[in-house]
């Protein structure tokens, strides 16, 4: 059964320092994984997808790296702004023959405040 | 602008009574999600469906139903047998077909017990 575990539960940082958000999922058979931005009362934005073959995705100040064999991710984000305080949630699609793959599989997230 | 749009963005269900969660979405996507989000844990599918007329239970489906009558909504009741069913609930979307698409989501609605 696939699991995703996100790495701290919180993060606080200061404005301006650059940072890195961990995932890790214990199957590597999977289509792609993805990573969203939810801020308080509000839906998923997604932010960057990493097919399983692509090694990282690029958008702005966020990096994002997928080394499948080690079932890990990261999300880096550079000169990190309190526009940037949200939970950042990483989820995967699992490669299943038996229909598992129309649900992505979810970490519990990380909440990440940057102090001005 | 293309998007999801749930409403209502709050609800109040009283001890036995049904209530449904709207969803439409205008970006013309073949499938359709919903998922619960629980305090402290990640989201948790409840049902989805790849096309009109057909849909399938997710981890958690007891307590719900859902209906496919058009490729742009997607409701979902929660029933009076869901015991506890205090939570923010969201709706997705993605093209069919595509597994390697991502899915985009709404802005959810948070139900609460009166």
């Known amino acids: 059964k696939q699991e995703v575990t996100q790495i701290p539960a919180a993060l606080s940082v200061p404005e301006g320092e650059n940072l890195v958000l961990n995932c890790s999922f214990t199957?590597?058979?999977?289509?792609?994984l993805q990573w969203f931005r939810q801020d308080p009362g509000k839906g998923l934005t997604s932010l960057l997808l990493?097919?399983?073959?692509?090694r990282e995705q690029t958008s702005g100040r966020l990096n994002a790296s997928l080394d499948k064999s080690s079932g890990r991710s990261t999300l880096y984000i550079a000169a990190s702004q309190p526009g940037d305080s949200a939970t950042y949630l990483c989820a995967v699609r699992p490669r299943d023959w038996r229909g598992g793959s129309e649900k992505l599989v979810f970490g519990k997230g990380t909440k990440l405040t940057v102090n001005p | 602008d293309g998007g999801i749009t749930q409403s209502p963005k709050y609800l109040f269900r009283k001890e036995g009574q049904n209530v449904t969660l709207s969803c439409e979405q205008n970006l013309n996507h073949d499938a359709m999600y919903w998922y619960r989000q629980d305090p402290g844990q990640g989201l948790r599918l409840i049902y989805y469906s790849q096309i009109v007329n057909d849909f399938q239970k997710g981890d958690i489906a007891e307590g719900y139903s859902v209906s496919r009558e058009k490729k742009e909504s997607f409701p979902l009741t929660v029933t009076s047998a869901q015991k506890n069913p205090t939570a923010f609930y969201l709706c997705a979307s993605r093209p069919s077909g595509y597994l390697n698409q991502p899915q985009h989501f709404g802005d959810g609605t948070r139900l609460s017990i009166l």
């Open positions: 990493i097919q399983s073959s692509q």
């Open positions: 199957d590597s058979a999977i289509y792609n």
